[in-house]
C-alpha cells in the first residue's frame, strides 16, 4: 500500500519516478526546502486514529523512516521497523510478553519503552546479546484522538506536543470529525495547495461543498505573520471583464451567492453575524492560515477545519483532515450530525479529494508564478526560516536534518 512505500527517488530521477528531464526538480532557490522533500524534523505528527492502533504492531513510514506502533496496557509505541538480526520488519511480529514485541522470524524480544533486546527466544536465557542490542525508538504522545510520533533531528528530546497544536485545540474542549488517508505527491505540494489563493477560485468551482458554504470572491491582499503561522488576509473584489479575444467572464459567478452575513470575514473585511465565541476571541487575521510543519487552518464561523499534511516519503504523504467544533453537552449530537450527515461527504470527500488529484499530478519546479501565488512563496520563506533556525539550534546536525 501507499502507507508502507519506502522512499523512491533515487539520483537521476525526478521525485514522481519518472526519468528527469535536464533542468528539472531545480529546487537551488529553496535549498532548506528541498531539504526536507522528506518531511522536516524535529516535529510530532499525526499518524493514524488511537483506536488502530492495538497490541497487534503495524507499519507506517514517517519522514522517510519505517516505524511499527503497537499499544500496550493502554501505551502506544513506536519502533524502527526492521530487526537487527536479519531485517525482517516487526510490524510483522506479535506479543510474547506484556511490554515487548518479538520478532516474527526467530523470536527476538525487543522492551518497548527502550527498544532494547529484552529476550532471545531462541538462543534460551544465556544470549549475550541480550541488553547490548536494541532498535531505535520514538517519542509518541495522544491527541485530537490520534497518535502522533515525534522524528528527531538527531536525539534531541522532543519539545512538548502542546507547544506545536494550535492554541484553541489546546485550551479549550472540542468535539471533531476527520479523515486520514494516504496520498500521492510530496508533503509540501499539499501545504502549498492548500494555502493556494488561486485554487480556491478554480479547481474548487465544481464542489458541492460551496452550495452551502458560499466563500467570497476575495483576493489576497497580504500574507500577515503571527507567531509560528502565516495569514492569508484578502478582501472581497468584484470585476466583470472582457479578455481580449477571449470572452467575457465575472468572478462573481465563482462563489457570490449569499449576503455578506455569510460569508468568512473573521478578522478581515467585518465580521458574521453568529461567530462562535471561542473561534472568535482567537482574532485569526484572515480566513486561512498555515504553519510548521505543514498545518492548514481554515477559520470559519461556527467550526475550524485542520489539513496536517504528514510527509511518509519523497512522493507520498498522509492526508489529515479534521473539523474541529468548540461544543458541548447537546450541541455536539447536531456537530456529529452535521458532520456525518453531510460534511465527510461533501468536504472531507469531494472538496477534499479535488486537492488530493491536483497534488498527486504536480510536477514543478520549474515553475512561472504568478500573482496569487505569494501565498505559496510566503509558506517556502517560512519553512525555510524555521528550518535555518532549528540547524542553528543542533549544530553539527545538518546532514541529518
Ligand atoms: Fe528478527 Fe531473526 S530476523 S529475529
Known amino acids: 500500500t ?39 524534523r524535529g516535529y510530532w505528527y499525526p499518524v493514524t486514529w488511537s483506536s488502530h492502533i492495538t497490541g497487534k504492531p503495524q507499519p507506517f513510514t514517517l519522514c522517510g523512516e519505517r516505524i511499527a506502533l503497537i499499544r500496550d496496557a493502554g501505551t502506544a509505541y513506536a519502533l524502527h521497523d526492521r530487526c537487527p538480526h536479519r531485517g525482517v520488519p516487526l510490524s510483522e511480529g506479535d506479543q510474547q510478553f506484556p511490554g515487548t514485541v518479538s520478532c516474527p522470524y526467530h523470536g527476538w524480544t525487543f522492551d518497548l519503552p527502550t527498544g532494547k533486546l529484552a529476550a532471545v527466544i531462541t538462543d534460551g536465557p544465556g544470549c549475550r546479546l541480550t541488553g547490548k542490542l536494541g532498535v531505535r525508538t520514538y517519542p509518541v504522545e495522544e491527541r ?178 479534521v473539523m474541529v467544533n468548540f461544543t458541548e453537552g447537546w450541541e455536539t449530537l447536531r456537530f456529529y450530525a452535521k458532520y456525518l450527515g453531510a460534511v465527510r461527504w461533501l468536504f472531507h470527500g469531494q472538496f477534499s479529494g479535488q486537492d488530493a488529484w491536483m497534488v498527486d499530478v504536480t510536477d514543478a519546479p520549474p515553475e512561472k508564478l504568478y500573482r496569487p501565488d505569494i501565498s505559496l512563496t510566503a509558506w517556502r520563506n517560512l519553512s525555510e526560516e524555521e528550518y535555518a533556525k532549528k540547524l542553528a539550534a543542533l549544530p553539527g546536525t545538518e546532514e541529518k536534518a
Open 2 to 40: 501507499v502507507e508502507d512505500a519506502p522512499g523512491t527517488a533515487t539520483p537521476g530521477r525526478s521525485r514522481r519516478g519518472k526519468a528527469a528531464e535536464p533542468g528539472r526538480q531545480d529546487w537551488k532557490s529553496w535549498p532548506h526546502y528541498d531539504g526536507a522533500a522528506a518531511g522536516f
Open 144 to 321: 485530537l484522538g490520534m497518535v502522533w510520533v515525534y522524528v528527531p533531528v538527531a536525539d534531541e528530546e522532543p519539545h512538548p506536543i502542546d507547544s506545536q497544536l494550535p492554541e484553541e485545540l489546546v485550551s479549550h474542549p472540542f468535539v471533531m470529525g476527520g479523515r486520514i488517508e494516504p496520498r500521492g505527491g510530496n508533503w509540501r505540494f499539499a501545504c502549498e495547495n492548500g494555502f493556494d489563493e488561486g485554487h480556491a477560485k478554480y479547481l474548487h468551482r465544481t464542489a458541492l461543498w460551496r452550495l452551502f458554504k458560499p466563500m467570497p470572491t476575495w483576493n489576497i491582499t497580504r500574507i500577515v505573520p503571527k507567531g509560528r503561522w502565516i495569514f492569508r488576509v484578502q478582501e472581497e473584489v468584484h470585476w466583470e471583464a472582457d479578455f481580449p479575444g477571449v470572452g467575457h467572464w465575472s468572478n462573481k459567478r465563482w462563489w457570490k451567492t449569499r449576503p455578506p452575513k455569510e460569508t468568512f470575514n473573521i478578522g478581515n473585511t467585518g465580521k458574521a453575524d453568529r461567530i462562535d465565541p471561542v473561534i472568535e476571541a482567537q482574532e485569526f487575521p484572515g480566513f486561512a492560515s498555515l504553519s510548521m510543519p505543514g498545518v492548514l487552518r481554515i477559520a470559519y464561523p461556527k467550526f475550524i477545519h485542520y489539513e496536517f499534511y504528514v510527509p511518509v516519503d519523497e512522493d507520498h504523504h498522509r492526508y489529515v483532515g
